[in-house]
C-alpha cells in the first residue's frame, strides 16, 4: 500500500453511517508503528518498564482504599477470596488481550483490536468511550490523591480546610482547585517524553511497593487472628459481593497495550507485562487484605483510608507509621495518574492516524511524544477533577472498560477463523458471539433480579451450548506468537462474566455511555477523508 501522504487514514470517503462503513475491518497487514517515519513512536521501553507501567497504573487506590470498602461492607476477611476471583476474571480477558498485543502491537489497545476483529463502527465505539474512560480515570485518582491530604491532617488531629475538602455545590458538583495539580504534573512530565516519564514512573512505583511490603511487614506484627473469625461473615454472597468492589482494583492491565508503539520487542514483552502485572497485584492485595483483617475486625476497617487508619484507631496510636502510609498513598496515587494520562494520547493518535479522529492527534514534540493529544488530555482530566466528586467519577468508569473487556474477548475468538481474504466457512463466529453476548446480558439480569432458579440454569445451558458450537470450528488462523490458551472457551467465559457484571452496574451507567456515543456520532464525521489507495481489504 502507498502511505506517501501524511499519515494516509485506513478508511474511504463515503457516508459514514452506510452498512460498509460499519462492518469492513482495519487490514490485518496495515502499518506497524514504527512503519511511518513520521507518525513513529520512540521504541525504546524494555520488559522493566513494561511492568512497572503496570504496577502503577493498577496498583493505586484499589489497595488504598476499595479494600476497606469490599472488608467493611462485602466479605470481612474473606474479600481475600474476592480478589482471587477477581483476578481469575480478569486473566481470562489479559489472555485474550495479551493474544492481540502480539499480534498487532500497535498503540490502539482495544480500539485497534476491535476495529481489526470486528469491524470499524465496534473499533471506533471502543475507542470514543476508552477516551472517556482514561480522562475519568485519571480525574477519579486525582481526586483520591486530593483526598489522602485530609488523612494527613486528621493524623495530626486538624481538619483540612475547606480549599482542600472542596466547595460542594449539589450532589454531583463539588468544587475543587486542588485536584487538578498532580494532573497538570504529571502531564508536563509525559510531554518531555516517554523515557524520562518512564524514568519517574519507575522511581514512584518502587516507593508504592515498598509502602505496601512496609505496611506488611509492620502490620504483621499486629496481626490478631481471631480477628479472622468468621472468616466469612456474609457468606459466599458476601465474597461475590465483594468481587463487584475490587474488580476494578485490577483495571490498568490494559493500558499496557496502549505502549505497544514504544515497547522494543512488542510481541514478547507485552504479554509478559499483562499476565505479569495481574500476578504481580493479586499477590500485594491479597497479602494487605491478610494483613488489613488480622490487625482490625472487620466491622471497624476505615472505609477511607483503612491502611493508616489501621495504626491510629487500633489502639497502636502510631502515628509515624501512618505518615508514611499517607505519603507513600500520595506517590502511589501520583504514579496511577501518569499511566491514566499517558494511554489517552495514544489511543487519540492511533484513531487519527486511522482516519476516525482530528488530524491534529497525530502531531509530535521533537521527542515523538503525541504532545497535542497529551495536553488535551490533561485539560479535559482537570476539569473532570475541578468539578466532579470522587464518586461520580468511579460510577462513570467501569462499563466502558467492562465493554473494551468484551469487545477483546469477542475479536481473539474472530481473529481464529478469519481466512486470509477475510472470509470464513460456515456459521459466522461473530453472528454466535452476539448471540452470546445477548443471553449473557440476560442472564446478568436474571442474575440481578433474582429470577427463577431454572430460568438461570436455562439462559446458562443456551450460553455452553454456543461455546460448544463455536469449539466445533476449525481453527485456522492460529497465531505463531503468544495464543490465549483454551480458545474459544477461555475468552467466550470472558464474555460471560464480563458481560454478567455490565448488567450489574447501575442504571445511570448505560445513560452515560449512550449519550457520549451519540456526542461522538453527531460530532465526528469520520469518513470525509480522502486515500491514495484502493486496494485496501475490507
Known sequence: MNYSNKYSPLVKKRNPYSLNSIIRKYPLNGPKDGEDSEASLNKCLSIIDIVSYGI????????????????????????????????IACLISAFCYSEFSARI?????????????????????????LTLEYAISASAVARGWVGYFQVIFKIFGKDAPEWISGYSINEWININPVAPVIIVICTIILVFGIKDSARFNMAIT??????????????????????????????????????????????????????????????????????????????????????L?????????????????????????MKWAAMIIACGTL?????????????????????????????????????QVPVFGTVFTGVFASILAIILD???????????????????CAGVVVMRFRKEDGGEDGVPSALLLFILFIFA??????SKLNWNMWIQISLGACQAIIIGLLWLKEQINIPTSFRCPFNPILPCLGIIVNT????????PSFYRVAVWTALGIRHSKLNQLDTTDDSINY
Not at 468492589?245 to 507485552?270: H, I, M, Q
Not at 471497624?300 to 489501621?310: I, Y
Request: charged fraction near 10%; charge should be neutral; proline fraction near 3%.
Open 390 to 408: 470522587l464518586d461520580n467519577l468511579t460510577n462513570m468508569i467501569s462499563i466502558g472498560t467492562l465493554l473494551a473487556f468484551t469487545a477483546v
Open 206 to 291: 518502587a516507593i508504592n511497593l515498598l509502602t505496601i511490603t512496609f505496611f506488611i511487614i509492620l502490620g504483621s506484627i499486629y496481626v490478631d487472628r481471631s480477628n479472622w473469625t468468621p472468616f466469612l461473615p456474609y457468606g459466599m454472597s458476601g465474597v461475590f459481593s465483594g468481587c463487584s468492589v475490587v474488580f476494578f482494583s485490577y483495571v490498568g492491565f490494559d493500558s499496557v497495550t496502549t505502549l505497544a508503539g514504544e515497547v522494543k520487542n512488542p510481541k514478547r514483552d507485552l504479554p509478559i507485562g499483562i499476565v505479569g502485572t495481574l500476578v504481580i497485584a493479586t499477590a500485594l492485595y491479597i497479602g494487605v487484605t491478610l494483613v
Open 441 to 446: 446480558c440476560v442472564f446478568g439480569v436474571s
Open 56 to 87: 502503577g497504573s493498577t496498583v493505586g487506590a484499589g489497595v488504598f482504599v476499595s479494600i476497606g470498602i469490599a472488608i467493611a461492607t462485602k466479605a470481612g476477611p474473606g474479600t481475600l477470596l474476592s480478589f482471587l476471583f477477581s483476578a
Open 105 to 129: 502491537p500497535v498503540s490502539g489497545s482495544a480500539y485497534t483490536f476491535a476495529y481489526v476483529s470486528l469491524g470499524e463502527f465496534m473499533g471506533w465505539f471502543v475507542g470514543w468511550n
Open 293 to 317: 483483617s488480622g490487625m482490625v475486625n472487620y466491622v471497624h476497617v476505615s472505609q477511607n483510608s483503612p491502611l493508616s487508619d489501621a495504626f491510629i484507631d487500633n489502639g497502636l496510636d
Open 500 to 507: 454478567f457484571f455490565i448488567m450489574h452496574l447501575d442504571t
Open 331 to 367: 506517590t502511589s496515587l501520583t504514579a496511577s495518574t501518569l499511566c491514566s494520562l499517558l494511554g489517552q494520547p495514544r489511543i487519540y493518535l492511533q484513531m487519527a492516524k486511522d482516519g476516525l479522529f482530528f488530524e491534529k492527534f497525530t502531531s509530535m514534540n521533537k521527542k
